[in-house]
């Protein structure tokens, strides 16, 4: 049985943190072009450990358009619902992108990319979005009930573009979800259960944001350079992973996204390897079990996930209220991913000291802020994300 969770500052167990400058070969990495190699190196490792890797791009991809509203949101955006076709052989499987683009474009927008955890029609505010159709939720979700995370219409009328497609499309966040995810266009029912944790549902995901990524790029109001990866908690690992694989995503907004995501593993607060492992062992790899409780033992920690998108901006947002998911381990993971981006002549967010709420510290490509509340997207973290994505545009 795993120990009661702590939440005693004294008693987290700040250890010595590894350097992602560490060569293999035992020299220190000095240049932006030696660490490029030794980022291929970093990233087959969280592969390894810890994420899996993501699907393959199968042999056709094509986007079907279900519907669109030219009228969205009081008349100030389109609203497109969009059915992306996977086909590998025989093999079928789909996801459907929920999408709002700022009806008056004069030049590419900015866009923001990411799942949801309910489905898209609860995170619209209009009344006939569809809900999930292949994959649906055990019990009914409310239209409209998770409005409050997306706010399409603050996004839009920032002049942001948006797409969300719902997370059980690629992978259905339970224990058996691999037969009905996106690995079975590679891989028979036998190669599909609960024992194939090479498969992981967080690189399920990641391939998700990747197929929307390509879905944005097609449309000459987007503005390519500028299409960032966003998500909430096991999503904002997801974003985190999604970033370091595809180096396409200008950038990558990590929410709440705790243990083995933004939070420090080595440090003993909130939420752990050893709790997560045991709760969801569909998220991992199989080799992530042997860490619980000698984290310390890990040849990486969570600020070498962050450092994998360098140079590109990464921001890591916590709550006050969001113990479970350590902010203050969150804000030194993005501290420590710093020497990294040193490397490309970007400064971080230096020796910031950890910030009060609605405080941010918005450094040279790296940023961090700590909201009031709870585990949750407001209104706040997106003014906080918009701001961030235009500092660094």
Not at 73 to 86: F, N, P, S, T, W
Not at 109 to 138: K, Q, T, W, Y
Not at 335 to 364: H, K, N, S, T, W
Request: glycine share 8%; proline share 7%.
């Amino acid at each position: 049985m795993l120990p009661e969770a702590n939440y005693e500052e004294s008693e987290a167990g700040n250890l010595p943190l590894p350097s992602p400058l560490d060569g293999e070969d035992g020299g220190r990495i000095g240049t932006a072009t030696r660490w490029n190699r030794r980022r291929a190196a970093i990233r087959a490792e969280f592969a390894r450990i810890m994420y899996g890797e993501l699907p393959p791009r199968p042999e056709a991809v094509r986007f079907e358009l279900r519907r669109e509203c030219d009228d969205a949101i009081d008349g100030i955006a389109i609203r497109r619902e969009i059915r992306i076709h996977l086909e590998q052989g025989r093999k079928h499987h789909c996801i459907d992108v929920l999408w709002y683009l700022p009806k008056s474009v004069k030049e590419p927008v900015p866009a923001i990319v990411g799942m949801n955890f309910r489905g898209n029609h609860a995170c619209s505010p209009e009344p006939d979005v569809f809900p999930p159709e292949f994959f649906p939720l055990d019990e009914p979700v409310e239209r409209g009930s998770q409005t409050g995370r997306w706010c399409f219409r603050q996004l839009v009328e920032s002049g942001f573009s948006v797409a969300t497609a719902f997370r059980g499309d690629l992978f259905p966040d339970r224990a058996d979800g691999r037969a009905d995810s996106v690995f079975r266009l590679y891989r028979e029912a036998d190669g599909l259960t609960p024992e194939h944790r090479e498969l992981t549902a967080i690189s399920a995901w990641a391939f998700g944001y990747v197929q929307m990524l390509e879905l944005l790029e097609t449309d000459p109001r987007i503005d390519r350079r500028r299409i960032w990866a966003h998500g909430h908690s096991r999503l904002g690992k997801t974003a985190l992973w999604a970033a370091a694989n595809e180096p396409r995503f200008a950038g990558v907004v990590s929410n709440d996204s705790g243990c083995c995501g933004a939070a420090l593993s080595r440090r003993n607060f909130g939420e752990t390897v050893g709790r997560i492992t045991q709760m969801f062992p569909w998220w991992f790899q199989k080799e992530l079990d042997r860490y619980a409780g000698c984290e310390a033992e890990l040849p990486f920690d969570q600020h070498f996930l962050l450092a994998l998108a360098a140079p590109r901006p990464v921001l890591v947002a916590s709550a006050t209220e969001d113990l479970w998911a350590d902010p203050r381990g969150e804000f030194l993971s993005a501290r420590a991913a710093g020497e990294v981006y040193r490397l490309f002549g970007c400064e971080g967010i230096g020796d910031a000291e950890f910030p009060a709420p609605e405080q941010p510290v918005f450094g040279d490509a790296v940023g961090y802020y700590l909201r009031t509340g709870i585990h949750d997207v407001t209104p706040v973290d997106w003014k906080f994300v918009t701001d961030f994505i235009r500092r660094n545009s």
